[in-house]
């Protein structure tokens, strides 16, 4: 079997899959936020934290939860980081300086998982299980929370404005999906052959010569969270391409399709709640098709690349696993940047100059194709508010969405949510680039080297956690600006979705006429899929054309 034919045979083998759990999941992601009796854990959780898990909430109260609990996360895994000297299980680690805790912390919290330090040299099992593990499932239930806010704003119809609890949505995210999914995920990576663990320092010896320390851990289950909250990060620095965490090619397209399938699966769940199964099958097909087409198009990049070692090869081999091939790399890649995963299996770095601009366009995106979780679901319904509002300029009619009218406070908070991202981007690289940094922190010049930092601050800003690689982001400008970037890329655009999400559960439907804008037809879906093309280009296309267009087509 040839190299290409394998690559497609998987992308059709994980399309069948996703395909397949897509109903059933979706169907039990509606009826987990439906509302219904609550479990006796769930009763225990609320009275411990003191919360009335029936009280609903306006949005800024909504708000006020998901910020008071985020402090309150960053807060303790820095603390953990920090005693992590004196902490049993450390493995004889030092505590992690004050910059780099406090990035982490940052990263884990904001669902970013980037890490400026090598897993298995710097984090004990405390604090990769207490802290980091920890953190995978709660910051993905924080996204899924703020996605069924805004749902419940385009259903509400009574004009209050309540758009649920968010003790109760994050609760339920926990234990009725992420933990149930989670523990069959990690049984079935164990019992591929990732480790699980919590082993100390081993000496291991090398074909070559020589030996190399390496140590166990609770891999397996922090995996299976990693890929399936799309949080990224890794217990080893080598991330997915390390053969403890991702073994064999059953493993890496497993990981990819847990990377996919709740952000796949919420459509479904979106179209329920609003009452119009077509409106999740427009939302689904939009995310399917920008998936489907970067994917196809990384495959090309890569097999197809000139040059007489890479013809020899049968493509762009460099920084890929030879087991997972060029076809399984290039699914990984597209799916950890077309969502806010960060987990990769091979070095992005070495990807060809397009296939590099590949992966960074979709973070620019705002990785909503189908994006992270909960956070690709919100995302891809700004961009269709602001579809149907371009829909409604071009006919001269007031642009409605789901029956709720498009005026201008939710037009002003979509647009404000599309300018944060893009900010943060292009003013972190500019300042990167132009202030001094340290030396040692490019290690590459020219149209690479302006890539890797814009990589960096797309990443951190689009709460991915990715890196190009050959960029040092272990430095206190690094660690600082990247964790702000993060911090302000995670939660300014929730205050925007939860506020448009409270303006629109304040309106009255209105009724469907003759000239109301068909949202669940293909024509909505092209208008949704150019109008994600047409901002993102429009945003970043000179930094693009600075960076990876420059070096793909010198």
């Known amino acids: 079997m040839g190299p290409v034919l394998a690559g497609v045979l998987q992308l059709l083998a994980l399309t069948g899959a996703l395909a397949l759990v897509h109903i059933p999941l979706g169907n ?8 219904g009796r609550h479990w006796r854990v769930e009763r225990w959780i609320y009275r411990a934290i003191g919360a009335d898990p029936d009280a609903e909430m306006r949005w800024p109260a909504y708000l006020r939860g998901v910020l008071a609990f985020s402090a309150a996360g960053v807060l303790f895994l820095y603390l953990l980081q920090r005693l992590q000297g004196v902490l049993p299980g450390s493995l004889g680690f030092a505590s992690v300086p004050p910059a780099q805790a406090f990035n982490t912390a940052v990263s884990f919290v904001t669902n970013t998982n980037w890490q400026s330090y090598y897993g298995e040299q710097t984090m004990g099992h405390v604090v990769q299980t207490a802290g980091l593990a920890v953190q995978n499932f709660v910051s993905a239930a924080v996204g899924m929370a703020v996605a069924v806010a805004l749902v419940r704003g385009f259903a509400r119809s009574e004009r209050s404005g309540e758009l649920g609890n968010f003790w109760t949505d994050l609760v339920r995210g926990i234990t009725r999906v992420l933990v149930p999914l989670a523990t069959v995920a990690a049984i079935v990576l164990a019992a591929r052959g990732v480790i699980q663990n919590f082993s100390g320092i081993h000496e291991v010896g090398q074909f070559t010569g020589g030996s190399q320390q390496w140590n166990g851990g609770a891999v397996a289950s922090q995996e299976a969270i990693k890929e399936l909250g ?213 290690l590459n010049s020219g149209a690479h080297g302006f890539s890797e930092v814009l990589y960096a601050f797309t990443s951190a800003a689009n709460n991915n956690g990715s890196a190009f690689a050959g960029l040092n982001a272990d430095t206190d400008w690094f660690n600082t600006a990247t964790g702000l970037a993060m911090l302000f890329g995670r939660f300014l655009p929730m205050v925007f979705v939860l506020a448009l999400a409270g303006s629109l559960g304040e309106q009255r439907p209105v009724a469907v006429t003759a000239g109301t804008l068909r949202t669940e037809k293909p024509l909505f879906t092209g208008v949704l899929v150019g109008a994600v093309l047409i901002v993102t280009g429009l945003t970043f296309f000179p930094a693009l054309a600075l960076g990876p267009l420059a070096e793909g087509l010198a």
């Open 230 to 442: 799309t949080n990224g990060g890794g217990y080893f620095n080598a991330n997915s391409a390390h053969p403890f965490e991702n073994p064999t090619p059953f493993t890496n397209l497993f990981e990819i399709f847990l990377i996919l399938v709740i952000p796949f699966s919420l459509p479904r769940a979106f179209g329920l709640l609003v009452g119009s199964v077509r409106q999740g099958y427009a939302i689904l097909a939009a995310m399917a098709a920008i998936w489907a087409g970067f994917a196809a198009l990384m495959m090309w990049t890569e097999f197809a690349h000139h040059g007489p070692a890479l013809e020899a090869a049968g493509g762009a081999l460099e920084g890929k696993e030879v087991r997972f091939g060029i076809g399984g790399s290039s699914i990984f890649a597209v799916s950890t940047t077309l969502t806010s995963t960060g987990a990769v299996d091979s070095f992005h770095s070495s990807f060809t100059g397009l296939g590099g601009g590949i992966t960074l366009l979709g973070m620019m995106l705002g990785e909503i194709a189908p994006g992270g979780v909960g956070s690709g679901l919100y995302g891809m319904l700004v961009m269709a508010v602001v579809a149907v509002f371009l829909a409604g300029l071009m006919v001269g009619r007031t642009p409605e969405y789901l029956g709720k009218k498009i005026g201008p406070r939710e037009i002003k908070l979509a647009a404000l949510y599309i300018l944060i991202t893009p900010a943060l981007v292009l003013v972190g690289t500019a300042l990167s680039v132009a202030l001094p940094t340290p030396p040692h922190s490019a």
């Open 28 to 35: 039990h992601l509606a009826r987990v936020y439906s509302g």
